[in-house]
């Protein structure tokens, strides 16, 4: 199984970036998949997520700016962010789940900075 994350990068506050997350091994819609981050001397926090059965949750520091989607002809999950924020600033990471099973990808860093 292989989570494949991408689309990480520096950005201006105010802007913009898009997630990815390639999901491989797996029957990719059976599983409910999520993006977590995790800052510097933080825990990591649970960001968004679409369910196998097309629901989705934000937590509420981001929602109305992050949107997750998933087309699952492509075993793909993505994130798109705007407006961000400094404190969005963190490794984000995707999240494959069924069940008891999870399965984690390698993360990519996001930095909101001037």
């Known amino acids: 199984v292989q989570l494949q994350a991408s689309g990480g990068g520096v950005v201006q506050p105010g802007g913009s970036l898009k997630l990815s997350c390639v999901a491989s091994g797996i029957t990719f819609s059976r599983y409910d998949m999520s993006w977590y981050r995790q800052a510097p001397g933080n825990q990591r926090e649970l960001v968004a997520g679409a369910t196998s059965r097309s629901g989705t949750n934000y937590a509420d520091s981001v929602k109305g700016r992050f949107t997750i989607s998933r087309d699952n002809a492509k075993n793909t999950v993505y994130l798109q962010m705007n407006t961000l924020k400094p404190e969005d600033t963190a490794v984000y990471y995707c999240?494959?789940?069924?069940?008891?099973?999870?399965?984690w990808g390698q993360g990519t860093q996001v930095t909101v900075s001037s």
């Open positions: 999240n494959a789940a069924l069940f008891e099973v999870n399965y």
